[in-house]
Nanobody
Framework: QLQLVESGGGLVQPGGSLRLSCAVS????????LGWFRQAPGEEREGVSC???????RYADSVKGRFTISKDNARNTVYLQMNSLKPEDTAVYYC??????????????????WGQGTQVTVSS
């Protein structure tokens, strides 16, 4: 059974950092496209970052230079390092996977496996 479990969310002050983790079971991350998405209250879910089997990452313009996606094939885990956090980064963050080699952050419906989400709140 495919399962994704996010962790690492929490409350952080503006300018702070968090690292989200997505532990994957039931498949190996090196053969899947993996993405991080977020959804703020009253907003649509939006793509933040993704990584395909080549390891090339993609980022939303709003997080470029601040967020870094990575994956550890040995641990079967995907990470999202978030630095210089802003209040507008506040949202529930989800990891997602799909069995294709190339990722996209623009098509939420592309992904067919989702985690339960982890809350990130950036506030002073």
């Amino acid at each position: 059974q495919l399962q994704l479990v996010e962790s690492g969310g929490g409350l952080v002050q503006p300018g702070g950092s968090l690292r989200l983790s997505c532990a994957v079971s039931g498949f190996t991350v090196d053969y899947y496209a993996l993405g991080w998405f977020r959804q703020a209250p009253g907003e649509e879910r939006e793509g933040v970052s993704c990584i395909g089997d080549s390891g090339t990452p993609r980022y939303a313009d709003s997080v470029k230079g601040r967020f870094t996606i990575s994956k550890d094939n040995a641990r079967n885990t995907v990470y999202l390092q978030m630095n210089s956090l802003k209040p507008e980064d506040t949202a529930v963050y989800y990891c997602a996977a799909v069995s294709i080699p190339y990722c996209s952050i623009n098509v939420v419906g592309l992904y067919d496996h989702w985690g339960q989400g982890t809350q990130v709140t950036v506030s002073s």
